[in-house]
């Protein structure tokens, strides 16, 4: 994938960019939206992802494959990306969350976002926000007093921000062309790459809360887990909200 990068200053959200491009058919499939900071950055289910200006990576990436792309290994694939990238800078503690956050020490570095409006079969389309916290030292309180938050300056590694999206953008063409060309292969990588196989875990899925060992896992069937009494269930991967490890 060759990717072109469209650098902005202060913008609503690097997404919101690249939707508009999309809709004033501008867009090309790889185009990278990248923001100095935004003033409307959002997160998964509402939330608002925090984007002073300087301190973060806000990077939104325009995808129009050739057809519709599986959404559960898409996502997969840019968390994985975004792992391989954390290893590189040495962030060997970095982990992989349920779906594609990605945790340093339990805090959370990155989100990411994957977006479609209006699903044309024949033109498909995705807009993939990608957010890493860099350069931060502290955060507002109201961020740090909801949940465990770092960045890759608090975790030892001084870094720029432009060097970040350097080291992303292989590693992001990698898993896209692989989540494309074999979905299947991008979950068992994801599933080695979060160790959750064969191992205990908490799953929250649509309203029930389970407990059980996880066994397999397909893009057609979900996740297999083995309950205590000795059933098996499949859960769809599109239902499954949360997947915690219960440490032995
Ligand atoms: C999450 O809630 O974990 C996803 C956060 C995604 C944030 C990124 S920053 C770049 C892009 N533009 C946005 O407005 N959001 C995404």
């Not at 058919?25 to 002073?52: F, K, N, P, Y």
């Not at 807009?127 to 931060?136: M, S, Y």
Request: proline content about 4%; some cysteine.
């Amino acid at each position: 994938m060759e990717f072109r990068i469209i650098e902005h200053g202060l913008v609503d959200s690097t997404s919101e960019r690249a939707f508009a491009a999309l809709s004033g058919g501008q867009a090309r499939d790889g185009d990278v939206h990248v923001a100095l900071g935004q003033t409307a950055g959002r997160g998964r289910r509402g939330a608002s992802w925090v984007s002073e200006p300087g301190t973060g990576l806000y990077a939104s990436f325009v995808l129009r494959p050739a057809r519709v792309l599986d959404p559960v290994a898409l996502t997969m694939g840019a968390g994985l990306a975004v792992h391989g990238t954390l290893m590189d800078l040495g962030l060997v503690r970095a982990q992989l969350k349920w779906p594609n956050d990605l945790l340093i020490g339990g805090a959370k570095v990155c989100g990411i976002l994957a977006e479609t409006r209006g699903l044309d079969p024949a033109r498909p389309h995705c807009v993939l926000g990608v957010g890493i916290n860099v350069g931060q030292r502290q955060f507002p309180p109201e961020l740090s007093g909801q949940r465990a938050v770092t960045s890759l300056a608090l975790c030892g590694v001084n870094v720029a921000v432009g060097a970040v999206l350097e080291r992303l953008l292989p590693h992001l063409g990698r898993e896209l062309e692989r989540a494309e060309r074999d979905p299947e292969d991008t979950l068992h990588a994801y599933f080695a790459a979060t160790g959750l196989l064969k191992q205990r875990v908490r799953v929250l899925a649509g309203e029930q809360e389970l407990v059980a060992r996880c066994t397999a896992v397909e893009l057609a069937r979900g996740l297999c887990v083995a309950l205590d009494d000795g059933t098996q269930r499949w859960l769809r991967l599109e239902h499954v909200r949360g997947l915690y490890l219960i440490p032995q």
